[in-house]
């Protein structure tokens, strides 16, 4: 399969999302440098350290991704039990914990003698931000992408969903609190609120009652298409904002971004090749396989910028550690997405 045919399941908007990010990260830092005024006048915007603008573009990022997510799906759940049981103990028993050991490995030792300690910490806060928040509807690209079951998928991103409701602030006030990073507790639980409970609700809400008054067709073929350069619009005026606060920063240490991927690049590869070598083990089809590795080796990068900005502020180091997250995550995940496809031989034919 050409690589011309193994892109067509993805948007021209997020086929090239790592181009629109320099660009906009680009935009951010001349601004902040050259134009001060508006990111002193944007900080004005803020209630309870969380930056009013920023926040409604986070919703406009997330509610559009929620909308793909369909709890009756749950029913499905034991009938890829294996695939199922690989990607949540991957997600949530594993992830966390090797990114929180590699980013550690390399901020503190590696970077030793680079990174002071104190930014070292918070570049570490947002690496621990990006594991602990393992994708959900970007994988639905990814998932087509390699041909993917649409339903395991669908079963998939439901169950993490709700997984993220209880697992992501413990795991992240745990890795946190071992790192002697400060816990604001109260500001952790507020953003799952924010940025995971409230879109949630409402793209569950939406659903229902729009497939009640138009049907599911109309729903999943005409309405959530309308939303379908939403999400990449929000993000992307969401890093204009953060690097106009983080303009001079930038300019001072520009190698910091190059030094924050490698840890974040390596862990997506390892993650991806745990969760798709344990289905190879497990003799699973090529398409529960590739999904239950793309689910792991990407990231809800939304929720980790989100929560990066509510919880450290969007000058922090944690909060531009996230943001190089979503720098990295679609052309890492396009080479996993060209290595899934080249390793399907690996597998037994689709029980589907």
Request: proline residues 5%.
């Amino acid at each position: 399969m050409s690589n011309k045919n193994n892109i067509t399941g993805i948007s021209f908007f997020e086929r090239y999302l790592t181009l629109w990010v320099l660009l906009c990260m680009a935009g951010g830092v001349l601004i902040g440098v050259y134009l001060p005024r508006i990111p002193h006048f944007l900080s004005r915007f803020e209630y309870a350290n969380v930056s009013i603008p920023v926040a409604i573009l986070i919703w406009l990022m997330i509610y559009p991704m929620m909308l793909k997510v369909d709890f009756h799906s749950i029913k499905q759940v034991g009938q890829n039990p294996k695939g199922l049981m690989i990607t949540w103990i991957t997600n949530w028993l594993i992830k966390p914990f090797s990114m929180y050991a590699i980013a550690f490995f390399f901020f503190f030792i590696v970077y030793k003698a680079i990174i002071p300690e104190s930014l070292a910490r918070e570049y570490l806060a947002g690496a621990v931000l990006l594991g602990a928040a393992p994708c959900t509807a970007m994988v639905f690209v990814w998932s087509h992408l390699t041909r993917g079951n649409p339903a395991y998928t669908l079963v998939q991103v439901a169950t993490n969903d709700l997984i993220i409701l209880a697992a992501f602030v413990p795991i992240v006030g745990l890795l946190l609190g071992i790192s002697g990073i400060s816990i604001p507790w109260m500001t952790l639980f507020l953003s799952v609120v924010l940025f995971v409970v409230i879109p949630l609700g409402a793209g569950w809400a939406s659903r229902v009652l729009i497939t009640r008054s138009h049907g599911l067709e109309y729903f999943e073929n005409t309405f959530i298409p309308k939303f379908s350069n939403v999400t990449i619009t929000g993000l992307l005026l969401t890093l204009i904002i953060i690097f106009s606060f983080q303009g001079r920063t930038i300019i001072d240490n520009p190698l910091n971004i190059i030094l924050i991927a490698i840890p974040l690049i390596i862990q997506t590869f390892l993650i991806f090749f745990i969760a798709y070598l344990w289905a190879k083990a497990w003799k699973l089809p090529h398409d529960v396989a590739a999904p239950a590795g793309m689910i792991g080796a990407s990231n809800f990068f939304e929720l980790a910028v989100a929560v990066a900005i509510s919880v450290f502020g969007l000058q922090s180091g944690a909060t531009i550690a996230t943001v190089v997250g979503v720098l990295v995550e679609v052309p890492v995940m396009l080479t996993l997405v060209g290595i899934a496809n080249r390793t399907k031989r690996w597998f037994p034919a689709s029980q589907s």
